[in-house]
DNA sequence: GCCGTTTTCGGCCCGACTGTTTTCAGTCG
């Protein structure tokens, strides 16, 4: 069983919740936490990389008793400490500890003096009344420990980020209609264009902070208010989102949102750079003693030490900081970046909206060119195109083509990946096409080393243009297929193929990690809606925020190429020469 | 457990809210 970074970065986090459980030196804690995050963030197979014989690099926060684990973890599974520390403690334990309300304080109690150990117990115990006997619990705690062990029980922890902004805008607009409220922004991973949110962080400008407060919790969406200050006040939505509220002034807002859009980690890799220079940096402003040097806007508070402003999709402790120091951040893609879109459905597929339509809306877009990417035959359920039909569709696209001035339409598909690594079109039909967009759509649970075989064989092919949705994962509903990413970049580099970013919010395919790593190796990205109606072409917003997630500039994105040079691209990858019948 | 042009020891980001332990610990972001 093959063990990769996000099993690694468990086993850390796992040990972290254990020793704090064990009332551990918490800076001990903090180092296995940043171990898991620094592991779980890597763009290359930690255990593979140590397989072949190489070394690791060295990374921050890990050590040499760290990086022993990271080895002992990549070969095992699994560390003798963690082993050690799972033995003491009761299956299950850990979970406690991810409820609002329990820390390992609590936690600790809730087990040696109920035997507590799992949620289910936990919503037991506190619906008998047994919890509020324990010191340091009352009866206040005791209800909102039962919602939060029940609300587990029965719901979805995040959001994904399109389904988070539709509850954010109209809560936004709603606060923004308050009296006396100025600006009102969403900071946090929402901000920051993470693929899913666990809450909304909302900062708002207002003169007077309580009515501001009264307003928010009023909101006719609010179920619950799980608290309420002066400045501070946190509810959950009837959709179970939580939603928390800052009231700032309007001198503050700046160091406010700067603190509050995050990342924690890199938050304080930062203010550990303005303590170097004699400054704390807190959500007020930059202050050198008492004096408040700056923080009425982001980029002052960046000023105020020495660093460039930081776009929010950066700020993960993933090296934009030193990058940022050096002078060497990237200037992120931005959606008007793109000029076309090479991944779109029709009506004559699964898509729900006519050709002329899809390319019209496109074109009101601002898009130059637009990709028309049907599935091929062996999705019957998709009703896939053949190759005659496939040919009656170009033919289509051209009379189209012959009438429009503003836009042109590229002649494409969206074919099956079959499980061999052939592909479900002949190759004399994929000739004829501007492009070739690959996917996998089934055989998803072959063996890494199957899979990476099939899809590269795929590329091998005279004709292939882009790899679509490269893991197939759909966010908290499908795993990704086990493959090797790393190989897939360096055949997609030796081809002058493209991987695909995937808009679709709940794809969001490739990941941030990804991402940068098909960057680094000098791979280029399509940022494509894989819309199936006109207004799914919106979701590029989110293949954006992806895109800037994972330092992707507009020189790495191969829809941000003007029209010929995109043909010139496009047409390295169709080797009409080596298909045979054409 | 990590880290080092103030350091190989003694530090490790910072403030608000809640409930309850009547002066503050625990939790959260």
């Known amino acids: 069983m093959p063990v990769h970074n996000a099993d690694i970065a468990r086993a850390f986090d796992e040990i972290a919740d254990l020793l704090e459980l064990d009332d551990a030196n918490p800076f001990r ?20 990389r140590l397989a072949s014989g190489a070394t690791l690099p060295k990374l921050p926060g890990i050590g040499p008793d760290l990086s022993t684990k990271v ?31 329990l820390g390992p304080k609590r936690v600790r109690v809730l087990w040696h003096e109920l035997g507590v150990h799992t949620v289910e117990q936990l919503r037991r115990a506190a619906s008998d009344g047994r919890v509020r006997t324990l010191p340091g619990f009352g009866a206040a705690s005791e209800a909102k420990l039962l919602d939060a062990a029940s609300a587990r029980l029965s719901r979805a922890r995040r959001f994904k980020l399109a389904v988070a902004a539709q509850y954010a805008a109209p809560y936004v607009a709603y606060l923004r209609a308050g009296r006396g409220v100025g600006e009102v922004i969403v900071a946090g991973s929402y901000r920051r264009m993470k693929e899913t949110v666990g809450d909304l962080d909302v900062l708002a400008i207002a003169d007077d902070g309580g009515a501001t407060i009264a307003r928010f919790v009023g909101y006719d969406e609010v179920a619950d208010v799980l608290a309420r200050g002066t400045t501070r006040a946190s509810v959950v939505l009837r959709c179970g989102l939580q939603v928390d509220l800052r009231v700032v002034a309007k001198e503050s807002l700046g160091a406010a949102l700067y603190y509050f ?79 076309g879109d090479l991944h779109v459905h029709t009506r004559a597929t699964d898509g729900r909206d006519a050709l002329t339509d899809m390319v019209d809306a ?61 592909l479900d079109l002949p190759d004399a039909a994929l000739a004829k096409l501007d492009l070739v967009v690959g996917a996998v759509h089934g055989n998803f649970d072959l ?17 292939f243009s882009i790899l679509a949705h490269p893991t197939g994962r759909l966010i908290d509903d499908r795993e990704p297929y086990d493959v090797d990413m790393q190989a897939i970049v360096r055949k997609a580099r030796s081809r002058g193929i493209a991987l695909e970013l995937n808009a679709q919010p709940e794809r969001l395919d490739l990941t941030d990690v990804h991402c940068r790593m098909a960057r680094d190796e000098g791979v280029l990205i399509s940022i494509a809606s ?8 919106a979701d ?15 020189a790495h994105v191969l829809n ?9 691209a496009l047409a390295a990858t169709m080797r009409a020469d080596a298909v045979r019948g054409t």
């Not at 460039?308 to 900081?321: F, H, K, T, V």
């Not at 063996?447 to 004709?463: G, L, N, V, W, Y």
């Open 29 to 48: 804690v903090r180092a296995y936490r940043n171990a898991a995050r620094v592991v779980g963030e890597l763009r290359f197979d930690v255990a593979q």
């Open 71 to 101: 080895r002992e973890i990549a070969a095992t599974g699994t560390c003798a400490l963690l082993e050690r520390l799972q033995g003491r403690a009761p299956a299950g334990v850990t979970e406690l500890l991810s409820l609002p309300g």
């Open 261 to 339: 859009t995050g990342s924690k980690a890199h938050n304080i890799a930062v203010r550990l750079i303005a303590r170097e220079r004699g400054l704390k940096i807190n959500e007020y402003g930059v202050f050198r003693g008492t004096r408040r040097i700056a923080g009425d806007t982001e980029e002052s508070v960046f000023a105020a030490i020495g660093l460039p402003y930081i776009a929010p999709e950066l700020r993960e402790d993933q090296g934009e900081i030193e990058a940022a120091q050096r002078g060497e951040l990237p200037v992120l893609v931005e959606l008007a970046d793109l000029r």
């Open 362 to 422: 496109a074109r009101r877009r601002g898009l130059r060119y637009v990709a028309i990417t049907e599935h091929s035959r062996r999705l019957h359920m998709a009703h896939g195109l053949d190759a005659a039909r496939l040919a009656r569709q170009g033919a289509q696209i051209d009379r189209l083509n012959a009438r429009l001035d503003d836009i042109t339409v590229l002649k494409g598909i969206e074919v099956d990946i079959l499980e061999d690594g052939s």
């Open 447 to 463: 063996s890494r080393a199957e899979q990476t075989a099939r899809i590269i064989a795929a590329m091998d092919r005279p004709c």
């Open 530 to 537: 894989d819309a199936h109606a006109v207004d799914e072409l």
């Open 540 to 554: 590029l917003e989110f293949g954006v925020g992806q895109g800037r997630r994972g330092w992707l500039s507009r």
């Open 560 to 568: 941000a190429l003007p029209l010929p040079q995109l043909r010139k």
